[in-house]
C-alpha cells in the first residue's frame, strides 16, 4: 500500500515562504464572454514579492539549502524572471545573500525592459546580478552558476544552486502536487468538478506538479500545458521527464501517464516573452471583463491558449474550467511601451475645468 501523500512529501526539508490556500475565485463576466464557466486559482496572491507560482515552488529548493547551512543563493533565468525574483526576496527573508543570472532569452528589448518589472524589484532586494549571453541553453547556464558557487565556496560563503535544466530533481514541482490538493479540498467545499485544468507550461513545474498531484488524489481531468517557451513536442517531452521523476520521488510512479501531457504552441510565437495578436486580445479581454491582470509572458499566453481551446471545441461550450493564474505581475511594467502603444483605443480626455 502507497503512503499517503502529506507523509511521502514532508521527507522533503520545506521553509514556508507564502500565504496559503490562495483563492479560487468564479470569473463569471470572462467566463460568459467566453462561453464557458472560468474558475481562477489565484496563485498571483501568494505573497512573497508580489506573488505567483514561484513562491511555491521555492520552499522545497529552499528547505534543502537551509537543511545544508546554505548562506548563498545563486539562481538563472530570463532577464525578467519571476522566479529570480521571488528567490531574491527569499534570500533577504531567509538572511542569505542572493546571485543572479540572467539570461539573455528576448532579443530587441529596450532600456525599460532591462530596467523596470521584475529587475528593478531584484535591484531593491540587493541581488547581485550577472550577465549570461545565451538564451537557450540550460546545461550552459546551469554550468556557469556552478563555476560562480565554486568561487564563492573558495572565498568562504556556503553556496546552494537552484538549476534550471530538468537533470537535477524537481524539487520545485513538489509545491505544485499540494496546490492540487490544496484546490480539489477547496472545489470540494464549494461542490465544484472541473472539466478542464489551463496553466502555463515552461519550466513544467507547475504544469507536472499539478498533474502529478491531481492523478495521485485520483483525479483524472484534463490538464491543459500552454507553451511559453518551446514548441509543444519538445515541452511535452519535458513535462513528461519531469513528471516522471516527481512520481518516483513522492513513490507514486504508477500515477503517470505518459501519454496524459497535453502541451500546445498555437499562441506561442514569435517565440518566449513576446507579443502576439492572441496575448494582447487575452489580456485585454481579462482586464475588461473581469478586471484581472494577466503578464505578457506567462498567463497572458496561458490565456490566450485557453481561449483557443474553447474557440476550436477542445474545450466545448459550457464546460467548467480552471485556470491557474501563476502571476508574473511586475513584467507587465517592463511591457510598458509595447503594451501602452496598442492601447491608443482608450483616450486620455482633459478635464474640463469649465464645465
Same mark, same amino acid.
Not at 159 to 175: C, E, F, N, Q, S
Not at 325 to 346: C, E, K, Q
Given at each position: 500500500m502507497p503512503i499517503p501523500l502529506t507523509k511521502a512529501i514532508d521527507k522533503f526539508p520545506r521553509v514556508r515562504l507564502g500565504h496559503a490556500p490562495t483563492p479560487l475565485d468564479p470569473a463569471p463576466l470572462l467566463g460568459k464572454a467566453l462561453g464557458i464557466e472560468l474558475w481562477i486559482k489565484r496563485d498571483d496572491c501568494t505573497g512573497l514579492a508580489m506573488g505567483g507560482n514561484k513562491v511555491r515552488q521555492l520552499e522545497f529548493p529552499l528547505g534543502e539549502a537551509q537543511s545544508r547551512d546554505a548562506d548563498t543563493l545563486l539562481i538563472t533565468s530570463a532577464v525578467q524572471s519571476n522566479y529570480v525574483r521571488v528567490a531574491a526576496a527569499a534570500g533577504r527573508q531567509l538572511g542569505m545573500e542572493t546571485h543572479i543570472q540572467l539570461e539573455e532569452r528576448v532579443p530587441d528589448v529596450d532600456a525599460l525592459y532591462r530596467s523596470s518589472g521584475n529587475v528593478l524589484l531584484d535591484r531593491?532586494?540587493?541581488?547581485?546580478?550577472?550577465?549570461?549571453?545565451?538564451?537557450?541553453?540550460?546545461?550552459?547556464?546551469?554550468?556557469?552558476?556552478?563555476?560562480?558557487?565554486?568561487?564563492?565556496?573558495?572565498?568562504?560563503?556556503?553556496?546552494?544552486?537552484?538549476?534550471?535544466?530538468?537533470?537535477?530533481?524537481?524539487?520545485?514541482?513538489?509545491?505544485?502536487?499540494l496546490a492540487a490538493e490544496e484546490t480539489l479540498a477547496q472545489a470540494r467545499a464549494l461542490d465544484l468538478k472541473f472539466d478542464a485544468v489551463v496553466c502555463p507550461t515552461g519550466s513544467a513545474l507547475t504544469h507536472a506538479g499539478f498533474l502529478v498531484g491531481l492523478r495521485t488524489l485520483g483525479k483524472e481531468v484534463p490538464v491543459y500545458g500552454i507553451c511559453v517557451r518551446r514548441d509543444a513536442g519538445s515541452q511535452a517531452a519535458r513535462v513528461r521527464q519531469v513528471a516522471e521523476q516527481l512520481a518516483a520521488m513522492i513513490e507514486r510512479p504508477e500515477v503517470f501517464d505518459a501519454d496524459e501531457v497535453e502541451a500546445f504552441d498555437g499562441v506561442l510565437a514569435p517565440g518566449y516573452g513576446r507579443l502576439n495578436d492572441a496575448?494582447?486580445? $487575452? &489580456?485585454?479581454?481579462?482586464?475588461?471583463?473581469? !478586471?484581472?491582470? +494577466?503578464?505578457? *509572458?506567462?498567463?497572458?499566453? #496561458?490565456?490566450?491558449?485557453?481561449?483557443?481551446?474553447?474557440?476550436?471545441?477542445?474545450?466545448?461550450?459550457?464546460?467548467?474550467?480552471?485556470?491557474?493564474?501563476?502571476?508574473?505581475?511586475? $513584467? &507587465?511594467?517592463?511591457?510598458?511601451?509595447?503594451? !501602452?502603444?496598442? +492601447?491608443?483605443? *482608450?483616450?486620455?480626455?482633459? #478635464?474640463?475645468?469649465?464645465?
Open positions: 531593491l532586494f540587493g541581488a547581485k546580478l550577472h550577465s549570461f549571453p545565451v538564451g537557450d541553453d540550460e546545461p550552459a547556464a546551469d554550468a556557469s552558476l556552478d563555476l560562480l558557487a565554486q568561487t564563492l565556496a573558495q572565498e568562504g560563503r556556503r553556496p546552494y544552486v537552484i538549476h534550471l535544466a530538468p537533470a537535477h530533481p524537481p524539487l520545485g514541482a513538489l509545491g505544485y502536487v496575448v494582447r486580445e $487575452a &489580456i485585454s479581454l481579462a482586464a475588461r471583463q473581469e !478586471g484581472l491582470l +494577466l503578464d505578457p *509572458v506567462y498567463t497572458g499566453k #496561458t490565456m490566450a491558449g485557453l481561449i483557443e481551446h474553447v474557440r476550436s471545441g477542445v474545450i466545448p461550450e459550457g464546460s467548467r474550467v480552471l485556470f491557474i493564474h501563476t502571476g508574473g505581475l511586475p $513584467a &507587465i511594467f517592463a511591457y510598458g511601451d509595447r503594451l !501602452g502603444n496598442w +492601447l491608443s483605443d *482608450v483616450p486620455w480626455e482633459t #478635464t474640463d475645468l469649465d464645465r
